[in-house]
């Protein structure tokens, strides 16, 4: 019998507003799909083109193409990426839905099916845009996390980092979502070494690789790369440009994508960080059954919302504990 796809919408509301150097928000719509009894997310980001009607037009499109056997995921989603192009967060909705299906039909969490070794994972907590003391409270509402990553790519930037750093020990990360230009980044990232700056993201407008590297030779601070960067065809370029990449499944179009990402980054001689949108514990959940894989894990999107009607893994003192319920390990909240 053909899988049925079914999906829906959500509005998941922020703790406070989640600012970044291009935009701020404080609701995201994510729309849920669910293929038989398997369930996943997509959160579509305006930046790259979608929201939550393209989501939905784009499931439909994809509905004829489920097949009747969950198994033969590979085919699905080849047959998905025919359809159309882009499109990426809809096409991680039915990816996590149909691992979320084969992993309850066999009744195994998704990282064994994957072979994945579980172990603790250590994520960042994202520390947004705000006032200089606003930002330092959010680090000490958050005291028990062990990387911080924050925000920059915004005029006073350099007091915001200095403001964060005098209240925590902890690693910290930046990422400038495209806020600087080259001159700008390479000026802020001497004064920022001394800060003990574990890595800097995205630091300059995706594209002129020339910057980058101009950029990535004069710091000491290892350069990451991520907007713009979608699949494993995307991660050649950067051989020699930067240090890392960042891999989102909602950037991707889902877990199958992201591992060939993963292995493509290692023949490139990259690092990896896995990170994520704003997301529920759904998206949350089934990034971190491939998180044991990379060097670097930035999944907290699901920690900055109030509504959030799933539950997956457990945080505990900074580090997300994988569970071994079928599928993505989610719960519903009740």
């Not at 590979?74 to 882009?86: D, F, P, Q």
């Not at 991680?92 to 579980?118: F, Q």
């Not at 494993?232 to 890392?244: E, H, L, N, W």
Request: glycine share 8%; net charge negative; proline share 4%.
């Amino acid at each position: 019998m053909k899988m049925n796809l079914k999906y829906e919408s959500f509005e998941l509301k922020l703790k406070e507003p989640f600012t970044i150097s291009r935009s701020s928000i404080d609701t995201k719509k994510v729309v849920y799909v669910r293929i038989d009894e398997g369930i996943g997310e997509a959160s579509p980001s305006t930046y790259y083109g979608e929201n939550e009607g393209t989501v939905k037009a784009a499931l439909e499109l994809f509905r004829n193409e489920l097949g009747d056997d969950p198994l033969e995921i590979e085919s699905t989603l080849e047959k998905i990426n025919s359809r159309i192009a882009g499109n990426f967060s809809a096409k991680a909705g039915i990816d996590l839905a149909l691992h979320d299906l084969i992993g309850k039909r066999l009744n195994l969490p998704v990282h064994k099916l994957l072979g994945i070794t579980k172990k603790e994972i250590e994520t960042s907590y994202t520390i947004g845009l705000d006032t200089i003391k606003r930002m330092q409270e959010k680090v000490k509402e958050a005291s028990g996390f062990l990387v911080y990553k924050v925000k920059v790519g915004v005029e006073n930037d350099l007091k915001m980092v200095e403001a964060v750093r005098e209240v925590t020990n902890a690693k910290i990360r930046l990422d400038a979502n495209c806020g600087w230009d080259l001159k700008e980044a390479l000026k802020k990232l001497r004064v920022l070494e001394k800060f003990d700056i574990e890595l800097i993201e995205q630091p300059i407008q995706p594209g002129n690789l020339e910057d980058l590297r101009i950029i990535r030779e004069n710091t000491d601070i290892p350069v990451y790369v991520d907007e713009w960067l979608m699949t494993s065809k995307d991660i050649p370029q950067y051989m020699g440009k930067a240090d890392g990449i960042n891999i989102k499944l909602m950037k991707c179009g889902g877990i199958r994508e992201a591992l060939k990402m993963i292995h493509t980054a290692r023949a490139c001689n990259l690092k990896v960080m896995l990170g994520c949108m704003i997301e529920s514990s759904v998206g949350i959940s089934a990034a971190a059954q491939i998180a044991p894989l990379v060097d670097y894990v930035d999944l907290d999107g699901n920690l900055l919302i109030s509504n959030d009607p799933y539950s997956g893994p457990e945080l505990k003192n900074g580090k997300w504990i994988l569970n071994d319920l079928p599928g993505l390990g989610l719960k519903q909240v009740q």
